[in-house]
């Protein structure tokens, strides 16, 4: 049980175009969604927590208009970059929960922009 | 404010070794989770341990146990015993108790851990 699942899991795109990364979780009610990225050799930061059906929090640094996070149902996410540049290029990666339980992690999506 | 610190920033043991990785925190909250998460090459991490501040007993499962001493803000991980598929990074996290609401993560940096034949 608790399987998240992350597609696509590797994208390149060209400078200027936006990608769509989905987070599911199989098995279970996620009434909390997180994205991270995580830069080479980088411990995870996080970026925005999503709860369904209302507006995502960010962190702080974090642009909500290049990073797009809609939580349209209790096991889906997606998260949009809007406009990508080779700055955006990282390893993106979902994790969901249910209230008071583990945040368990998708398989992450590899972001290279060119 | 919370900070989780994994001073060891890379490990290299032969295999059969015992190993220790390091994880120190910070935080202000009187209830709070600990968590241990393992990044194989894969990149997916995966879920090895949940320590509620409340309870302090040391914990082994297998070849992996951990010490929690609360008096040092300290939970470190031992794997006895290492093997080959133990390399990996190795992630130590920090999260206020649920009663806050969602569980956000505080990483710490990591250690890399390799265990050659």
């Known amino acids: ?114 | 404010a919370q900070k989780v610190t994994q001073a060891q920033t890379e490990i290299s043991v032969v295999e059969k070794e015992d190993v220790t990785l390091d994880c120190v925190y910070e935080t202000r909250d009187t209830t709070y989770y600990l968590f241990w998460y393992k990044q194989p090459p894969s990149g997916e991490l995966v879920f090895l341990i949940r320590r509620n501040s409340f309870d302090e007993q040391n914990e082994i499962s297998g070849r992996y146990s951990w010490n929690f001493q609360k008096s040092t803000s300290s939970f470190n991980f031992t794997i006895t015993a290492s093997q080959v598929v133990d390399s990996a990074v190795y992630f130590c996290a920090l999260s206020p108790s649920i009663i806050q609401g969602a569980q956000k993560l505080v990483f710490g940096q990591g250690t890399r851990l390799t265990i050659n034949p």
């Not at chain 1, 599911?24 to 996620?30: P, T, V």
């Not at chain 1, 955006?88 to 339980?101: H, K, L, P, R, V």
């Open chain 1, 1 to 114: 049980g608790a399987v998240v699942s992350q597609h696509p899991s590797r994208v390149i795109c060209k400078s200027g175009t936006s990608v769509k990364i989905e987070c599911r979780s199989l098995d279970f009610q996620a009434t909390t969604m997180f994205w991270y990225r995580q830069f080479p050799k980088q411990s995870l930061m996080l970026m925005a927590t999503s709860n369904e059906g209302s507006k995502a929090t960010y962190e702080q640094g974090v642009e909500k208009d290049k990073f797009l996070i809609n939580h349209a149902s209790l096991t889906l996410s997606t998260l949009t970059v809007t406009s990508a540049h080779p700055e955006d290029s990282s390893f993106y990666i979902c994790s969901a929960e249910t209230q008071g339980d583990t945040q368990y992690f998708g398989p992450g999506t590899r972001l290279t922009v060119l």
